[in-house]
């Protein structure tokens, strides 16, 4: 029996862990040099500030926004989350991708992140869903990223000055000043119009893993601003057949399917900028139809309604923030990912009353209207890979459309 063993596997095991293996080195090996040295990359902030690490991903240059996230699981959630699109993202935790990816798990057909920064990036995924590595994933999505610099230090300069510009490189600029002035200059722009969907698209009981056996008792429209596929699969659990459509679609055109109810996804970018749509959500405020909007929705119906955003020092970007319900006193366990918020003074008292703020800040997360079967938040009760603490939020928009 111990001939047939490697390291307490079966001797037709043993073959595919070699495999992985030599894929691992192999994968290695396509981010060194000739000479058999790791390909140096550069992380260059707006203040000067210069970071040396290692290339991972592509090696393309890559000027983007940079933010954190504080998520210990779920980095591919995070990659393929719509809500980063024009963002590079900082994972704190210190080892990303040890059980490698898992295409089932993906909350959009491709990535929109602009590049990855981790203190290590893990070589030897190990799950048995596992299609592929992290650092194969990041090739084939055209991500650039940075490993093996010192992401606690990243984090808290972010922390104490703000969300900051960078540049991510493998060629240290030899003149330093007229890279940050490229730096200085960008901005995150039109993100909203590049992922959304391009056309109506329609889901029912059966569709993105669900259960085709659930019966279909409720019609619901879904405005895409940036949509994630779990928000789908959450009204499918519930027997919604759900229809998906472009940001910049007329108002008319979504009253006219007659739908049960609304939703108003997450999404990226300064919602200011989304004026036409904003101009579209007063209309459907105007209606009798139950609406409920996550995130960038949120914002958007605030705006609509006369509220005003601002855009905040860092953000909230992971897996832990707790949200209090000031109707029950609950406390949740949220997952987040926004860099601007509604202020709380901005809110109309005849229009709208605060329903949930953060532990942390105090900030706005959830909104109610007077009046209306509208409710909002700003935290993710859809979240994929959790927590899923607010997920039975989805239960109160389905009773919303029973009423």
Sequence with gaps: MLKNTFFGLKKDNKYSILLTIWEALEQTRSNRKDKGEYMKAFLILEDGTVFEGKSIGTTRDMISEIVFNTSMTGYLEVLT???????????????????????????????????????????????????????????????????????????????EKGTMNGMITTEKPEDLSAVLEKIKKYSVRGVVDKVTTKEIVSYKPGDLDTDSNISITKKV????????????????????????????????????????????????????????????LKKLYASDIPIFAICLGHQLMA????????????????????????????????????????????????????????????????????????????????????????????????????E
Excluded: W
């Design 221 to 280: 429209a879904i405005l895409d601003v940036g949509t994630k596929f779990n928000i789908a699969r959450c009204l499918l659990k519930r027997g919604c057949e759900v229809t998906i459509y472009p940001a910049k679609t007329k108002a008319e055109t979504i009253l006219a399917s007659h739908p049960d109810g609304i939703m108003l996804t997450n999404g990226p970018g300064d919602p200011k900028e989304c004026t036409e749509v904003i101009e579209e």
């Design 81 to 159: 989350d719509p809500s980063y699109a024009g963002q590079a993202v900082v994972m704190t935790y210190p080892l990303i991708g040890n059980y490698g990816i898992c295409n089932q798990d993906k909350e959009a057909k491709k990535s929109n992140t602009d590049a990855f920064i981790v203190r290590e990036l893990a070589r030897l995924g190990s799950n048995f869903r596992k299609e592929e590595s992290i650092q194969q994933f990041l090739v084939e999505q055209d991500i650039p990223g940075i490993e093996g610099i010192d992401t606690r230090a990243l984090t808290k300069r972010l922390r």
């Design 303 to 402: 705006l609509a309604c006369g509220c005003d955003t601002e855009k905040m020092k860092y953000g909230h970007r992971g897996a832990n923030h707790p949200v209090k319900d000031l109707k029950t006193g609950r406390v949740y366990i949220s997952s987040q990912n926004h860099g601007y918020m509604v202020k709380e003074s901005s809110v109309p008292k005849e229009i709208a009353e605060v329903a949930f703020v953060n532990v942390n800040d105090g900030t706005v997360e959830g909104l109610r209207y007077l009046q209306k079967n509208i409710f909002t938040v700003q935290f993710h009760p859809e979240a994929c890979a959790g927590p899923k603490d607010s997920e039975v939020l989805f239960d109160e928009f389905i009773k919303m459309m029973e």
